[in-house]
């Protein structure tokens, strides 16, 4: 997986020539029970038939367990309609919905849970339905709002950190100060990543002796201090792996979501984190609707990404996940209270890297390229 320029509202339709653009989205259930649960009021009398069920793309682990306890258990109560989640990877789906939308076939999901450049990707493309209007984006934080994009064809979900994570036996003196502890000699073949190099990339920038500024154009410290980690024979896999590999302790350090960490100690490992000196970088992720569905199914994943957005729905599943929601008002995980990877104020975010959305539209695929081509060379 997986993030200051000013963000972009765009325009909002109102209820009247939103419904009266076919899509019907419902700004709440009142009408069937619904009030309470977090989906808004003022629903259409004469919602759509439900589908059996609706199909969501999810990350596995903690990610698909959080999004099943905080949003599709609660979506399900409501209203009826189960929700099965595909475990396709973010990258492996975006071609099959692309290429979907192109010839006219109804896509094989309902909603995409993204990452926000990815997303974004797909909403430059046109494949996304507009979510504007939906109750539960009035009062959301701005974070929430897509940048570079007119509506909402996305919507930003919580914010996330990778940090440094590291086994605590491994640094009996404390957290490590310095992304450059990757390179230490006495931690070869026990160093982790993403495959892709994904919330690495600014940070090596930084640790091989580069500027923010010159992001996107000379990564070439970037580049010098990943070939440097390369010897280091790095582990490299996905989200549910770092978890994993801290549990069967298997490694000592790892640049991952700061989520999958805290999965691992919360199942008894003693693993910490930290942000160094040189920052961390911090992104979104996002859900959006791809064009093509069913009328009826369009209007109930709709509701989905609505009911997502409502405050009790973001407290467990951002709470589970260790992350920073966009609702207002939600209560912090007390272990997370004050860390600095827990990101809730401006003054939090003066330590991350934040590389604006657009940046990483245009270049993160190369990024991942040149880190593979490091990485295989």
Same mark, same amino acid.
């Given at each position: ?18 419904? !009266?653009?076919? *899509? ?10 619904? #009030?309470?649960?977090?989906? !808004? ?21 903690? +990610? ?11 979506? &399900? ?36 849970? /993204? ?6 990707? *797909? #909403?430059?493309? !046109? ?7 939906? *109750? ?15 509506? $909402? ?19 009996? /003196?404390?957290?490590? /100060? ?19 190099? @994904? ?7 930084? #640790? ?13 410290? #970037? ?25 069967? !302790? ?18 008894? @490992? ?17 859900? +959006? ?27 467990? +599943? &951002? *709470? ?7 609702? %207002?008002?939600?209560? %912090? ?19 991350? @890297? ?8 245009? $270049?993160?695929?190369? +990024? ?5 081509? @490091?990485?295989?060379?």
């Amino acid at each position: 997986m997986k993030k200051s320029i000013e963000l972009l509202a765009g325009p909002r339709l109102s209820r009247r020539a939103f419904l !009266g653009s076919g *899509s019907r989205l419902a700004l709440g259930v009142a009408a069937f029970g619904m #009030a309470g649960a977090g989906f !808004g009021h003022g629903v259409l009398a004469d919602e759509p038939a439900k589908p059996d069920e609706i199909i969501v793309r999810a990350w596995g682990g903690v +990610w698909v367990e959080a999004l099943d306890a905080g949003v599709s258990q609660g979506f &399900t109560k409501a209203t009826g309609i189960k929700v099965r989640h595909d475990l396709t990877e973010d990258n492996e789906i975006q071609p099959k919905l692309w290429a979907a939308v192109a010839q006219g076939r109804t896509p094989p999901i309902h909603v995409n849970w /993204d990452t926000s450049t990815n997303a974004t990707k *797909s #909403a430059l493309r !046109g494949v996304a339905e507009d979510l504007s209007g939906m *109750s539960n984006l009035d009062g959301l934080l701005p974070v929430a709002k897509p940048v570079g994009l007119d509506g $909402y064809p996305i919507v930003n979900v919580y914010s996330y950190v990778y940090v440094l994570a590291y086994r605590d036996e491994a640094f009996p /003196d404390g957290a490590p /100060d310095s992304w450059q502890v990757l390179l230490d000699p006495k931690f070869k073949g026990r160093v982790a990543l993403y495959d892709d190099g @994904i919330g690495f990339h600014p940070a090596a920038q930084v #640790a091989g002796g580069g500027s923010l500024a010159d992001i996107p154009g000379n990564m070439q410290p #970037a580049w010098d201090f990943i070939r440097k980690l390369k010897t280091q024979e790095p582990l490299l896999g996905e989200d549910p792996d770092f978890t994993n590999w801290f549990q069967q !302790g298997e490694i000592d350090l790892a640049c991952t979501i700061l989520s999958n960490a805290r999965e691992a100690k919360m199942n008894g @490992i003693k693993v910490s984190w930290t942000v160094p000196q040189e920052g961390a970088d911090v992104e979104t992720d996002a859900l +959006w609707v791809p064009k093509g569905l069913p009328e009826n199914e369009l209007y109930w994943a709709k509701q989905y990404v609505n009911y997502s957005l409502s405050k009790d729905a973001q407290q467990v +599943w &951002t *709470s589970k996940l260790g992350l920073p929601g966009v609702a %207002p008002g939600l209560t %912090p995980p007390e272990d997370l209270v004050g860390d600095p990877a827990y990101p809730t104020q401006p003054e939090d975010f003066k330590r991350l @890297i934040s590389i604006p959305t657009p940046v990483r539209v245009e $270049y993160e695929s190369d +990024w991942f390229a040149k880190f593979n081509e @490091i990485m295989q060379g």
